[in-house]
């Protein structure tokens, strides 16, 4: 499916989210319907992995071509992680259905869909729990609210758990802090078992787990996109930059999305990063085996975050670097700040980061030793490291789209605002129930990404092109700034059905367009090609 | 699941509570039934099972450090940091689980989406179910330390102070007091909006419905018990104090309204550590919340944190040595 064949967005949003079905959710059948879920993982890919039951199937199949004991592998599964999560454990007892969380997640208020209140996603599971794992749920049965598990349910869970991008929205206003994400990263991890899973999350995976990255990019193959970045720099600046790959002794190794070499307007900040490293003079390095931030494991399984997450530390290691900075990415900074150092560190073999240019010892950093770009960036320009002209991005009126993952799981909120306000003179903020620890999804976060989601993605995008086009109008905002790659890529789409004149990019892009570097020539037009000034003027 | 069931349900479970305890004591007397056993067993299931639910949740590890960040993190020392809503320490923690616990501050966040033409998305400021929870769980502490008074002898001070503020206005005789109709009133709105938006309509269970009745009941019986049947409260007092020092005495002729309150008040502890009334316990120990946000910065180690398989350095570069060398990137092994 694609983005022309959605009807418009007045039609698409023709929806009443106070008006559930006439049945009740327990009773009403999943309906797999063209645009609303994601293809399935190829075999050929879960035997990269060594995952369960490769095979061809389609969700829109009846049969689904499971283990004959499926029921039973999902329910010692539920058992395992019972034991093993509190926050499983808890999120299935405590919820007390307030219903607070309800019209907190993007997809229900794009699609109307109850069973996208991340109340009624955790019943899902929650209805099973009781039924097979308490007294009452055993006692009642149905009037306990338990169900059994059955192949629908299974179904249906996988329609709604890969309907849920983890962004953790709901967490934030849930009494109990029950978050959304911790249920269905376990239900993913239980679908995993049976062989159940989508091929834009599974691919990747297996990408990232033998090339290092997850566009399966070989590493002669990034030499050859870094080196168009680096020519297409010297013909913006005519600075050559010469850059290191897989340097031994650096001082810090750079790591940062995959999505950023690959495709506009992520290439643009990748380009960022270089110009910047490369005025700083910084002894630093790029990997091709750690040649990927982002972890699709996470929408996987524990277990596959910390495989793919484990070429980090490795290659910090062999390279012998000092430290490490991370690039701009948000799934990626889940993966970094909350699950690294616990599941591959401790990292001893590094140093404690201190930032070569200003001597700022960051020490927010100082057990998993690496450091957010934001955070080494807006060190410099408060240090006064960095010759920055903002009039270069006078043509650009920019908001800032906080990616849920640094904002409710880092707590990244005034860093990348900082680097914003000293980059470019025209910045406005969106509606505060929008932003910060507040922010919404770009609707295609936790894999659902995909062409064939599209219509479930337009869905999930609505309440951030409600918030985009509110700036829109109100202050010609031309530019959605943000920094996650999943973003670049997600929120182009967005912008493209819900807000047409919006373009989208990263901060270290319109960071390296304000930077004046030493011997560039006179620089004529962006890090896009774009001409620098108001081409009106200039004829 | 659908709603009218959910509620029936309820409805139905809880007024056959209530008959149960009034034909019990009315008419057939079963006075130490309801006065004697089934207290002592509500009691013991109460203490036992939310002692057991607790060490239970406590015993599963937390393997992550997973806080909801809903603020500026700690970081470079001239970006100011809320210590309150992304703790860096553990007197930030404090903060945050104080705020969390007695003053509901999560849910004061509250919001409502509406959907315009445009089509837009609108956020209106929602605190009603933050001020009903609020007045609900405060009025029925205060209720529960006034009832200290029939388990104490000398009451304590304390209690007649709050007694005497509760009872302020000093409307009717007895008098009425003020948490009483806030606790009723609370109560009926917390089931208003159950039942009225659609929404939470949807996603209601009988449990849900049944905690609300029961409690529900257990206020009206209170109240009609204390203010229109006027039951003997030195009775009342002489049993709960027999209970108490394990020498059960029901004194005869309290009236079975009593008996009705006290039935209820015995099925809502038995019933509260298998049901989500241990909320009360479980806030505490959410991960989302009772943990700082100092992943960087300090260690947090997963106790079954097992070794996985990966692919190694070693294993790429055989992939690739030719290519690599070929586009000049150094290898370890020619």
Same mark, same amino acid.
């Given at each position: 499916m694609e983005l022309h064949d959605l009807p418009k967005p007045q039609d698409l949003m023709n929806?009443?989210?106070?008006k559930p079905p006439e049945t009740g959710w327990m009773d009403t059948p999943t309906v797999f319907r063209n645009g609303t879920y994601s293809y399935p993982a190829a075999g050929k890919n879960l035997k990269i992995l060594g995952l369960a039951n490769p095979r061809q199937w389609s969700p829109a199949d009846e049969d689904w071509k499971l283990p004959e004991n499926w029921k039973e592998i999902i329910l010692q599964g539920m058992k395992e992680r019972l034991e093993k999560y509190r926050s499983f454990r808890l999120f299935m007892d405590i919820c007390v259905r307030c219903g607070a969380c309800a019209d907190k997640c993007h997809f229900f208020i794009g699609s109307g869909d109850p069973k996208n209140m991340p109340v009624l996603r955790a019943e899902l599971i929650r209805s099973v729990y009781r039924n097979d794992f308490t007294l009452l749920g055993k006692m009642l049965g149905r009037l306990g609210g338990g169900r059994e598990l059955t192949i629908d349910v299974l179904k249906e869970w996988f329609y709604y758990f890969f309907q849920c991008t983890e962004c953790r929205r709901c967490s934030v206003f849930c009494p109990y802090g029950i978050d959304t994400a911790e249920v269905t990263m376990i239900g993913r991890e239980l679908l995993n078992l049976v062989g159940l899973n989508i091929n834009w999350v599974i691919e990747p995976v297996a990408n990232c787990y033998r090339t290092g990255n997850h566009l399966g990019i070989p590493p002669h193959g990034l030499v050859d996109m870094w080196q168009f970045m680096t020519d297409d720099i010297e013909d913006i600046t005519g600075i050559k930059i010469d850059l290191p790959i897989? !340097? !031994?002794? =650096?001082e810090i190794l750079f790591v940062t999305p995959s999505g950023d070499y690959f495709a506009d307007p992520g290439t643009y900040t990748c380009m960022g990063y270089m110009m910047l490293f490369h005025e700083l003079g910084l002894d630093y390095t790029w990997s091709t085996y750690a040649s990927e931030g982002g972890n699709f494991g996470l929408f996987t399984s524990h277990e596959m975050i910390k495989r793919l997450n484990a070429k980090i530390y490795a290659e910090a290691k062999r390279l012998g670097v000092k430290w490490i900075i991370g690039g701009e990415c948000g799934h990626m900074w889940r993966v970094i700040h909350q699950y690294m150092e616990t599941m591959n560190g401790p990292a001893d073999f590094l140093e404690e980061p201190v930032s070569p240019i200003t001597g700022t010892k960051f020490e927010n950093a100082k057990q998993s030793k690496m450091v957010h770009i934001t955070e080494f960036t807006s060190d410099l320009i408060k240090n006064g490291k960095l010759k920055l002209d903002p009039s270069r991005n006078d043509k650009i009126i920019a908001t800032y789209h906080d990616s849920c993952n640094t904002a409710r799981a880092a707590g990244l909120l005034e860093e990348p605002r900082y680097v914003i306000r000293n980059i470019m003179n025209n910045f406005y903020e969106m509606p505060e129930n929008t932003i910060r620890e507040q922010t919404f999804c770009c609707g295609g976060g936790a894999g659902l990404g995909n062409d064939e989601n599209i219509e479930m993605r337009m869905r999930g995008a609505f309440p951030r092109a409600s918030a985009l086009r509110h700036v829109v109008d109100k202050? =010609?905002?031309n530019r959605l700034l943000c920094m996650c790659a999943i973003d670049r890529a997600t929120l182009t789409a967005l912008c493209h059905y819900w807000a047409p004149d919006v373009t989208v990019g990263g901060i270290h892009e319109l960071l390296a367009n304000a930077l004046v570097m030493k011997g560039e020539k006179e620089r004529t037009v962006d890090l896009r090609g774009e001409p620098l000034g108001d081409e009106e003027e200039d004829e | 699941m659908n709603a009218l069931f959910s509620l029936v349900s309820a409805l139905i479970a809880v007024a056959a509570l209530v008959a149960v305890s009034w034909f019990g004591v009315?008419? %057939?007397?079963l006075d130490s039934v309801f006065g004697v056993i089934i207290p002592y067993i509500a009691l013991a299931i109460f203490i036992i099972g939310v002692v057991y639910r607790i060490v239970d949740w406590a015993r599963v590890p937390v393997p992550f450090r997973i806080p909801t960040t809903c603020g500026q993190g700690k970081s470079l020392p001239w970006i100011k940091a809320d210590n309150l809503d992304c703790p860096y320490n553990t007197w930030g923690v404090i903060g945050r689980m104080f705020l969390e616990v007695f003053l509901f501050r999560s849910l004061f966040r509250n919001s409502k989406a509406e959907l315009r033409e445009g089509p837009k998305a609108a956020y209106a400021s929602a605190k009603w179910l933050w001020l009903f929870g609020i007045l609900f769980h405060y009025s029925f502490l205060i209720i529960v330390l006034r009832h200290l008074r029939f388990f104490m002898?000398? %009451?304590p001070s304390f209690v007649e102070a709050i007694t005497s503020v509760d009872g302020f206005f000093q409307i009717m005789v007895p008098t009425v007091f003020i948490s009483d109709l806030l606790f009723l009133g609370a109560v009926t709105l917390l089931f208003l909006r159950r039942v009225g938006l659609p929404q939470v309509r949807y996603i209601s269970l009988p449990a849900d419905y049944f905690a609300l009745f029961l409690i529900l009941g257990i206020g009206i019986s209170g109240v009609l018990m204390r203010n229109f049947f006027k039951v003997d409260l030195l009775g009342v007092k002489s049993l709960a104090i027999s209970l108490f020092t394990l020498h059960p005495a029901p004194p005869p002729g309290i009236h079975p309204i009593f008996y009705v309150h006290l039935f209820l008040v015995s099925v809502l502890i038995a019933y509260f550590p298998f049901s989500k009334l241990m909320h009360a316990g479980g806030v505490f120990l959410s991960p989302t919340r009772n943990l700082a946000n100092v992943n960087r910065s300090e260690r947090y180690v997963n106790p079954w944190n097992y070794p996985v398989k990966v692919h190694t350095y070693e294993e790429y570069e055989n992939d690739y040595r030719e290519k690599m060398k070929e586009c000049g990137i150094p290898v370890d092994k020619e």
């Open positions: 929806i009443d989210l106070n897989n !340097k !031994k002794g =650096a202050h =010609a905002v | 009315g008419a %057939i007397g002898e000398p %009451i």
